[in-house]
């Protein structure tokens, strides 16, 4: 109990944005037409490619000698722009199918 | 310097939230894909130039990483087929799942070094038990999607894992106890977050293998839900408000978008993953022998051609026949004969949400021609020749008619009510969820066997002919 309460008291922002995010994530899809469902899952998909930013930040703070983390950095930068390039890439691929109506 | 660092990310954010609601209306989607993309290359440049206490910055494992990413992901994403749309969709958000696993598994890695010595300023447990759920997140999301991946390209088949369902209870529950018990006592030995990572990898493979059919687009879409709760949860770690943001807009729009499709199959979250139909072959009432009736491509030609009103009901076998620009040829022939084609679009039709509307946006069938479940009902009855192109289980009577038939209660497409229905299946056998569809012996029903893509160009050509 006492651990919970510590994290409360030492990321209190977080908790709130973390709060407040679900709720935004919701108003901002809840009305989306089906003839979107897969853009908006795809574009989504490349969102979370965001995760990409931990791993530059991983390798960024370690040594230059460190090669276990940073091989698997470098791994996890490799594996992180694929999905945000490849996903926004394609995602831009389908959309324009719809424009051209 | 840190004072534009906020401010650039805080930019980012307002692009990406931007993006997501241009995503959500037809008029703005590219627009909002664009956004969402230069929100994202703003937090990535941003990133390289935060300034950090320590580490020796390595920009060139960094530089390496983008470009080879950027190189693959874009040589992907051009080359790659519409129709094979959802595996790659599927694909992408496994690698992004493996992305939060090797961070969090190298900061695990850097945690047993202060447990070990008891000197040092101690991991408090609200950090620790984030990155493990980082980490148990992050593996599920990508073994999943990988079996989500080799399912839908064909490389994995439908096997069934005995008794999944209490094994999957049981790796959960186990899983959730290793980690519980790893942040109340740490220790330096790495040996139990490396059992943690394994049984997790496992619990992707075991939680998404027994699932198929028309369940796949739900799957897909809970799974890239988990993706972003796990960047979210990384976004902790590193308290990047970045990655949380963007991660739990991912997290929440995605369980959003898996509950509409339950919905859209009139059942909960929690049967599609414990009950997968795919296990439950045959179903329904035994019928005995039944005959069905065969149609050649001419009866069906003069049919159509005559006809006022074709509704088109497309499903998975569209996609795999790559049958939707020779339908829009199709509907251009009729066209010139005054004959009305509509297309009735199932919410869980194919194997991905909406997928059966990006394959006609492809062949450029026009969007009003597009119906879904609630107005495709509504004007069935009009319908003189409904012609089914590789649907199997959203048009199955038996969801209506028959309480133990395991897709009884979810909405379909009630073709019945329209005067003719026409069949087009390569076989017999039943559809991908295993279940027997009594549309087939239906007398109304008559079945053109063959290729979906090789029979509509029968039928144009006989609708040619015909003059």
Redesign the interface.
């Known amino acids: 109990m006492n651990?919970?309460i510590?994290?409360i008291e030492?990321?209190p922002i977080?908790i709130y944005?973390?709060v407040l995010?679900?709720?935004?994530?919701?108003e901002?899809?809840?009305?989306?037409?089906?003839?979107?469902?897969?853009?908006?899952?795809?574009?989504?998909?490349?969102?979370?490619?965001?995760?990409?930013?931990?791993?530059?930040?991983?390798?960024?703070?370690?040594?230059?000698d460190d090669y276990?983390?940073?091989g698997?950095?470098?791994?996890?930068?490799?594996?992180?722009?694929?999905?945000?390039?490849?996903?926004?890439?394609?995602?831009?691929?389908?959309?324009?199918?719809?424009?051209?109506? | 310097m840190i004072a534009i660092v906020n401010l650039l990310y805080l930019i980012s954010v307002i692009l990406l939230i931007l993006g997501l609601r241009n995503l959500s209306n037809p008029s703005t989607a590219r627009k909002g894909n664009l956004r969402a993309a230069s929100g994202m290359v703003l937090a990535i440049a941003t990133t390289l130039f935060v300034p950090l206490e320590s580490g020796d910055n390595n920009y060139y494992w960094i530089a390496m990483g983008i470009i080879i990413g950027s190189v693959i992901g874009l040589v992907v994403s051009n080359r790659v087929k519409m129709t094979a749309m959802p595996e790659l969709v599927s694909l992408f958000n496994g690698l992004g799942g493996a992305c939060a696993v090797t961070i969090s598994f190298i900061e695990l890695y850097g945690f047993q070094e202060v447990f070990g010595d008891p000197s040092l300023s101690q991991v408090s447990y609200g950090r620790h038990a984030t990155t493990q759920l980082a980490m148990l997140v992050g593996a599920v999301a990508f073994t999943g999607s990988m079996i989500a991946y080799g399912k839908l390209a064909g490389k994995i088949g439908d096997w069934q894992i005995p008794f999944s369902t209490y094994i999957n209870i049981v790796f959960l529950l186990t899983l959730v106890g290793l980690i519980g018990y790893q942040v109340l006592y740490p220790d330096e030995s790495f040996t139990l977050p490396l059992i943690t990572l394994g049984l997790a990898l496992f619990y992707g493979f075991t939680f998404v293998q027994p699932i198929g059919g028309a369940d796949m687009p739900v799957v897909i879409s809970l799974l890239n839900a988990f993706t972003g709760i796990a960047a979210a949860l990384a976004g902790i770690i590193y308290e990047s408000q970045m990655m949380l943001i963007g991660g739990i807009l991912v997290g929440s729009s995605g369980t959003i978008l898996t509950i509409l499709m339950c919905e859209a199959m009139n059942r909960s979250l929690f049967n599609v993953i414990i009950g997968g139909f795919g296990g439950e072959s045959g179903g329904g009432k035994d019928r005995g022998e039944q005959v069905v009736q065969e149609a050649n491509a001419t009866d069906v030609a003069i049919m159509m051609r005559y006809a006022q009103n074709v509704m088109v009901v497309p499903g998975y076998g569209m996609a795999v026949a790559q049958a939707q620009k020779t339908c829009k040829e199709l509907d251009d022939v009729l066209h010139k004969y005054n004959v009305n084609v509509k297309y009735a679009i199932h919410p869980v039709a194919g194997r991905m949400p909406g997928h059966m509307n990006v394959l006609l946006a492809e062949a450029d069938v026009p969007y009003p021609k597009l119906f879904d479940l609630d107005d495709a009902n509504r004007v069935m009855d009009e319908s003189d020749v409904t012609l089914v192109v590789g649907a199997n289980d959203v048009v199955n009577p038996a969801a209506l008619d028959d309480p133990s038939s395991p897709i009884y209660g979810m909405p379909i497409l009630e073709i019945l009510k329209s005067k003719n229905v026409i069949v087009m299946k390569r076989s017999m056998n039943p559809g991908y969820a295993g279940i027997q569809n009594p549309l087939f012996f239906h007398e109304k029903t008559k079945m053109l066997f063959g290729d979906a893509r090789s029979s509509i160009e029968n039928l144009i050509s006989e609708v040619r002919t015909l003059g």
């Open positions: 651990e919970i510590q994290f030492q990321y977080t944005m973390f995010a679900i709720f935004l994530g919701y901002l899809i809840s009305n989306v037409p089906t003839v979107l469902h897969t853009p908006l899952m795809s574009g989504a998909n490349a969102i979370s490619g965001v995760v990409i930013i931990g791993a530059i930040l991983l390798v960024r703070q370690s040594a230059s276990l983390t940073l698997l950095g470098f791994l996890g930068i490799i594996l992180g722009t694929v999905n945000v390039v490849g996903g926004h890439a394609v995602t831009n691929r389908m959309l324009e199918m719809f424009k051209r109506k």
